[in-house]
Each structure stands twice: as structure tokens, then as C-alpha cells.
């Protein structure tokens, strides 16, 4: 695997109800949130038989159903979809935990999608497994299927809530049965989760609110924290359940900061309002009094670029410019080839930044290792100076609710202050949006964020680490 420069979302889950083009609606959000995952990806439909098929594989979304066959073989009104990344370790992407995942069990066929991150994964699971329990994948969306079969709750909407009474961290879920559908969101809200409508009445529920438009959907209104949501598509009637007791709301920051597209409602809050509102706060702040310009990283650090020209009266311009169609530079040979294929993912445009004292505006710094070639670049393309300024605070914990970061041990704002980090990436200077300047933003709502990786406060405790269950016998 390669090492985690930035912070990666882990998933995004898609559904409809009530549409006969149901599987390919589910393909076409799945290629809108194709950012929240891009190493597998996987449809599940219901058919109008009431049989649940599902298709998954490694790759784009484009690629998994490059062949039209692949989709045509999900025929149905209802579908779920999940885009993801695989985590960290020893043998890549893995098949078999492509979601969605499709289980049968004594009361039918159930498959569920899952976007977010079970603290107590391990211990559920070896639980389960010493009452007998067989897992097929390392996944923790696994622990859920199992939670739901053995519970002797009923019906299936008490089952799923007995379950998730057991559950701790954070899951954005979708559950497809033969006949109904159910969203379901933590008690927190740590991850987004929003239903839509269709003009001809389908249901349709995402992780952001740009894959709506993509398929003409009215956003609706997100599933509340610790709510059920559940949609019969045999007359499409809507209900709702309390989950569990309330819990104060955390939702993820880094939604707004860095994952979510920016034509995205996300948390109630369009997130290209967010990104410029960080980067004025940050120019006024950590203000670049020498600079001439200022450009942004893109992607994500566009609008908080454009947030710090509006704010410091400097000119935007668009410095850098990003290439989607290269490969990992990991996999490359030697150092000096990865340093080169750098520039295949951004290259300077000389001309806005030769003789030029620049500011350079990124969403966040995890390693460091990029934000040093982007100076690096920079400097070889005729800056005379190189001001960077980041659009959140400074990332010192790892996130245990569903992103992909490096332990705190690699995480370069958790090594040194910010001297040490500016003299490591070898820019000029360097400045941090400051945690009570981005609650201020949010006025009263800063109660309402998860911040962990900055703050080190984690909402939800993280259990003690469980040894690995050893067998005393070979079977």
C-alpha cells in the first residue's frame, strides 16, 4: 500500500427505492461520490421476484460495471450501492470486503452498506466468534450482519436497532430486504448521511447531496443522528425510528475541510461556504503581508484560497494545475523518478508564479511530504517567495471513526511545532488555521463537531486493545 500523504475518506453509500432504473441511478451516484473510494465498488438490487443480487469489484466504479451485463443482471425498484478505500495492510484491496455485503440468514436475504468505523470492532467480533460465529472478511460492517441474525428482537427494524445498541464509533447505514429499505445514522452523526426525492416519487439516500443532483433528486433533509429511516417500496410509504438515546451530535469537520465535494449540503452547510469562510479567517489570522498572489492546491484547497485573496485584497490565481489521469508515483523506481512524477499530478504554471512572492493554500498537512515537493515545485518554477497557509488546524491525532490516516507517530504536526514543520517543508512561512478560530466560525454549531484529530478529544472512548483469539488446537 502506499503510504497516506492526506486523510482518506474511507466510503460512501448510495440507495434508491421505488424506480425501475433503480441499479443504474445507484450507478450514477456511486460515480458522483467516487472521491469517498476508488479501490472497489459494489451494487446490490432487489427484483421484483424479491430475489437480492449484488455485483461487486475492484476498481472504479466505471471499471467494476465497464461491461453494461454486469448491471443489466440487477433488475429491481430498490438498489444500494458503496464506493471505498481499502485500509492499510499487508496484501492490498481484498475482494471479498467489497461492499454492499449480501448475507442470507432464517428470515431472508439482507445486505447492507456501511460508511464509518466501529471502535469496538474486535472485541464484537471475538464475542461472536467464541458463540460460533464464521467470519468470511476483516471487515467490521461484517460484526453487523452477525449482531442482527442472532438477535432475538423482531421484526427486522427491532433487530437492526438491537444491534446497533451494541455498536460503538460511527456508521452511516443501508440495509436492503426484499421489500424494504432502511437508512440508519450514529447517535452522533459523526458521517453524512441525506435522502432525496425523485419527481416520480422514488426515494433515494446518499452521503452527500451532489450525487442527488447528478439524478435530479430534491434534497429532502439529512437522517437524523440515531435515527431509522424506513421505506416499503411495496407502497413507498416513509417511516421513522429513534435508534437509540440521544448523544450530543459530532460530526466530522474534515467533511467540510477536505472530503466532501464542494457543490455538496453537507451538515446543513454548503460546503464551498465553509471552504471560503476558513480561508478568510485564515488571512486574517496568519496574513502574507509580501505576497502578490495567492493560489490554492487543488482541489480541495480552492474555495479557502479564494476565501484568502477576497479577504487580503491579493490577486487568485490558479498556479497549480492537477492531473487526474496519472497513476500512484509509489510504485515508481527510484526516489529522483517519484520526485518527477510529481509533476505529472501538479505542474506550476510559471507564468502566474516566476519572480512572484506566493501564497500557497492546502486544506490540511498530514506528513508533510507533499506539502515539501509543492514548495519544491514552486521555487523551481521562479517563485521568489513561497507563503503556505493551511485551512485547518494542525493534525495530531489519528481518527478512529472512518478516515484513513497514518499513526500519530507519522503525523508531522505531532513531531514538531510549527517552526520545525515550516523548516521541513522549506517554505518561507507557514500558518494554521487555529482551532478557536475555526469554532468561531462555526459560533454555537462548534459544540456539534467531532475535531479529534485535532483536539485529541474523542468523542467516543476508545476501547482497550483485544488480544487476537488463539486457538488451542488445530481443526
Do not use: W
Not at 406 to 414: D, Q, T, V, Y
Amino acid at each position: 500500500m502506499a503510504a497516506t500523504t492526506t486523510p482518506r475518506e474511507e466510503c460512501g453509500v448510495f440507495g434508491v427505492v421505488g424506480d425501475p432504473e433503480a441499479s443504474s441511478l445507484c450507478y450514477l451516484g456511486l460515480q458522483k461520490l467516487q472521491h469517498r473510494g476508488e479501490e472497489g465498488a459494489g451494487i446490490c438490487a432487489a427484483g421484483d421476484d424479491g430475489e437480492l443480487k449484488s455485483v461487486t469489484g475492484l476498481g472504479l466504479v466505471g471499471d467494476v460495471f465497464r461491461d453494461r451485463a454486469r448491471l443489466e443482471s440487477l433488475p429491481g425498484q430498490a438498489a444500494i450501492g458503496h464506493v471505498r478505500y481499502s485500509t492499510s495492510g499487508p496484501g492490498g484491496p481484498n475482494l471479498k470486503n467489497v461492499q454492499p455485503f449480501l448475507a442470507g440468514y432464517r428470515f431472508g436475504q439482507l445486505a447492507v452498506a456501511h460508511n464509518g468505523n466501529l471502535v469496538n470492532y474486535k472485541p464484537l467480533r471475538n464475542k461472536l466468534e467464541t458463540q460460533g460465529s464464521i467470519f468470511n472478511n476483516s471487515s467490521d460492517t461484517e460484526v453487523i450482519l452477525h449482531l442482527i441474525a442472532t438477535s432475538l428482537s423482531r421484526p427486522l427494524l427491532a433487530r437492526i436497532c438491537d444491534a446497533c445498541e451494541r455498536l460503538a464509533g460511527a456508521y452511516s447505514l443501508l440495509f436492503l430486504t426484499a421489500d424494504k429499505l432502511f437508512a440508519v445514522r450514529d447517535p452522533f452523526g459523526f458521517r453524512p448521511l441525506v435522502m432525496g426525492r425523485r419527481p416520480n416519487g422514488a426515494v433515494v439516500f446518499s452521503s452527500e447531496t451532489c450525487a442527488l443532483d447528478l439524478i435530479d433528486a430534491v434534497y429532502e433533509r439529512e437522517v437524523a443522528p440515531g435515527e431509522v429511516i424506513v421505506v416499503d417500496r411495496r407502497d413507498m410509504s416513509v417511516s421513522s425510528a429513534c435508534l437509540v438515546p440521544h448523544r450530543p451530535r459530532k460530526s466530522c469537520v474534515f467533511e467540510h475541510i477536505y472530503f466532501a465535494l464542494p457543490n455538496s449540503i453537507v451538515f446543513g452547510h454548503a460546503v464551498h461556504e465553509r471552504r471560503t469562510a476558513y480561508g478568510r479567517a485564515l488571512a486574517e489570522e496568519s496574513p502574507a503581508p509580501t505576497a502578490d498572489v495567492v493560489i490554492p492546491v487543488p482541489d480541495s484547497g480552492f474555495y479557502a484560497a479564494l476565501g484568502f485573496a477576497q479577504a487580503s485584497g491579493l490577486e487568485f490565481q490558479q498556479g497549480l494545475i492537477r492531473s487526474h489521469y496519472t497513476g500512484r508515483s509509489f510504485i515508481q523506481p527510484t526516489q529522483a523518478i517519484r520526485d518527477l512524477a510529481v509533476k505529472l499530478k501538479l505542474a506550476p504554471v510559471r507564468g502566474v508564479i516566476e519572480g512572484k512572492s506566493v501564497v500557497v493554500v492546502d486544506d490540511s498537512i498530514v506528513r508533510g511530504t507533499t506539502s515539501s515537493k509543492i514548495v519544491r515545485l514552486l521555487r523551481d518554477a521562479g517563485a521568489r517567495e513561497v507563503h503556505m497557509r493551511i485551512s485547518s488546524p494542525p493534525v495530531v491525532g489519528r481518527c478512529h471513526y472512518g478516515i484513513d490516516t497514518p499513526s500519530e507517530g507519522e503525523l508531522i504536526s505531532n513531531k514538531m511545532d510549527i517552526e520545525g514543520v515550516r523548516k521541513m517543508i522549506g517554505c518561507d512561512s507557514l500558518g494554521f488555521l487555529s482551532i478557536d478560530k475555526l469554532h468561531s466560525i462555526y459560533g454555537e454549531e462548534a459544540n456539534e463537531l467531532c475535531d479529534a484529530c485535532f483536539t485529541r478529544n474523542y468523542p467516543v472512548p476508545l476501547p482497550e486493545p483485544v488480544p487476537e483469539l488463539v486457538s488451542s488446537f488445530e481443526d
